[in-house]
C-alpha cells in the first residue's frame, strides 16, 4: 500500500522521499534509487541551512542580490567585491569593519555576508552589540558564561553590529573586548559602526580598554568606509516627489 510506504519513509526519518517518490519515474531499479536518495539528500541540506539559518540570528534576511553597490562605497586597497561576496577573507581568519553614517547600507552587507556564509555551510552568530554586550552579562551573572564562550569558539563568522548606538557598562564592555580578542587568528568577525575608531571610546568608556580592543580589531581586517546620504531617506524623499511611486 503506497501509505503504508510513505509511513515507513517518515518513520525513518526520510522526510524528502516521503513527499516525492511518487513524482519520481522508474527507468531501471538503480536509476529508481539514486533519484529517492537525491531527493532525500537534496531536502537535508535545505533543512540544514534553514537551522543554521535560524540559529545565527540575523534581525532581517538581506541578500547580496539586493544589495545596491555605488561609488559611496570606499574599499581599502587590495580589498574588492568579489573578495567579501565569495567569503575569502573567512579562511584566512579576517575582519571586514563598515565604518559609516546610519542608513549607509552597513547592516545589509554585513547581513547578507553573514547568510551566504550560511549557505554554504558555515556556522554563523549574528549581534547587535547592545543585544551580544546584555547577553554576556545575563550569561556572567547566570554563571553560564563559559558555556557561552564555548559555543561561540565554533562559530566562524560572527557579526557584531552597530557598535556605537548605545553606551555599554563597564562589565559589559570588558566582556566584549573578551569575545573580540578571543577571536583573533581564530574567526573571522564583521563589525559594523556609525562611528569613527576615535570616538570608540564614548561607547566602552575607558580609554585603555577601546586603544586595546581597536588594536587587536583591525589586526587583519579589511575598513570599508560607506559614506553619502542614508539609502532610507534617500528612498523615502524619492517616494515622496510627484510622479515617482
Known sequence: MPEQIEQYMRTLKLGGMAREWRNVEFQDTEQYVRELLELELRER???????????????????????????????????????????QFLPQKE????????????THLATAIALKACQVGRRVRFFTAASLANLLLERNNKGTLNSFLENLRRVELIVVDEIGFVPLHKDAAELLFQVISDCYERRSLIITSNLEFSQWNTVFGDNRLTAALIDRLIRHSHIVIFSGESYHLTQSMNRQRPGIQ
Do not use: C, H
Not at 575582519?95 to 552597513?106: D, E, H, M, R
Open 95 to 106: 575582519n571586514l569593519i563598515f565604518l559609516g553614517s546610519v542608513g549607509t547600507g552597513k
Open 45 to 87: 541540506e535545505v533543512n540544514r541551512i534553514n537551522r543554521m539559518v535560524k540559529t545565527a540570528g540575523f534581525q532581517v534576511i538581506k541578500t547580496l542580490e539586493d544589495f545596491v553597490w555605488n561609488q559611496n562605497i570606499e574599499l581599502p586597497v587590495g580589498l574588492t567585491r568579489e573578495y567579501m561576496e565569495g567569503l
